[in-house]
């Protein structure tokens, strides 16, 4: 079955929906069959959605811009990226009073003060880990050094996604969540211990976000789109929402057949 047309007779279970982009809405610069339609006939009946990404690289703007290029009509405002969970996370916990350490290519930060030359990092309150390309060496042995002297200061990591389909390329990128993991594997061998804080899906912190946005107590009644059971589903599940996977990305029907637990979709349709 397709979503939309379950949504067609299942709709009054839900109140707003939340999707993945990437293997789910487009795949690279193609839209995928029948996504613009579903789209267009939310916004006929005036249903809430957002478009959910780990993508934290590129502005809203940017990813907006992309989307409408692949002939998927999107707004700036119903972009919700990994790092529209900083600025506020940042206000509580007072990294907005300093400056942070910035790896890589960041999008929106809500200005937050960054510093991208390493002969700033000693100032620094925190890491922000981006994405894209980078001296990756000197900056993980920059780093490494840092944690050891500061294991208490933040090491932020938008994007948890440990790596990504490259559609372009037909290849696989290493993710920021990636990355993260390596440095942190590196200082726990050298006998210090940190945690990263991740922002992105799976992990709550984007989903309490995008339901405060919504403004909607009843999190059973959104209803998530997305095409990997590691990032998609497993995010939904655990964060209260209603997780739907469809086959158009990542994951295989025999796939979604063999989860289970947190990674068991609750729905699964051919595509959108």
């Not at 994007?159 to 389909?165: A, L, V, Y």
């Not at 994951?251 to 979604?256: D, P």
């Amino acid at each position: 079955m397709k979503l939309i047309d379950f949504w067609r007779e299942e709709s009054v279970r839900f109140d707003a929906i939340l999707f993945d982009i990437d293997g789910t809405l487009v795949y690279g610069p193609q839209p995928i069959p029948g996504a613009a339609e579903f789209l267009a006939l939310l916004r006929r009946d005036g249903t809430p959605f957002f478009f959910l990404t780990n993508d934290g690289d590129h502005t809203r703007r940017q990813k907006s811009g992309f989307l409408n290029r692949a002939g998927i009509e999107a707004a700036e405002s119903e972009v919700i990226s990994c790092l529209s969970v900083l600025p506020e996370l940042a206000r509580r916990r007072g990294w907005d009073r300093g400056t942070l350490f910035q790896v890589g290519r960041v999008g929106d930060t809500g200005g937050l003060k960054l510093e991208r030359d390493l002969a700033g990092l000693e100032q620094c309150c925190g890491v922000l880990m981006g994405e894209g390309n980078y001296d990756w060496r000197t900056s993980w042995e920059a780093l490494t050094g840092f944690f050891r002297r500061h294991p208490d200061r933040p090491f932020i990591v938008p994007n948890p996604d440990t790596c990504w389909p490259n559609a372009v390329t037909g290849g696989i990128g290493i993710g920021a969540g990636g990355q993260a993991r390596c440095i942190r594997l590196l200082l726990h061998e050298m006998g210090t211990d940190i945690e990263p804080i991740y922002l992105g899906k799976p992990c709550t912190a984007i989903y309490d976000f995008a339901a405060e946005q919504l403004g909607m107590a009843e999190r059973s009644r959104i209803l998530c789109i997305g095409d990997s059971l590691a990032s998609d589903i497993r995010g939904a599940n655990n964060s209260g929402m209603y997780s739907g996977l469809v086959l158009t990305g990542i994951t295989s029907r025999e796939q979604a057949e063999q989860a289970r637990g947190e990674y068991r979709p609750r729905l699964v349709f051919e595509s959108v």
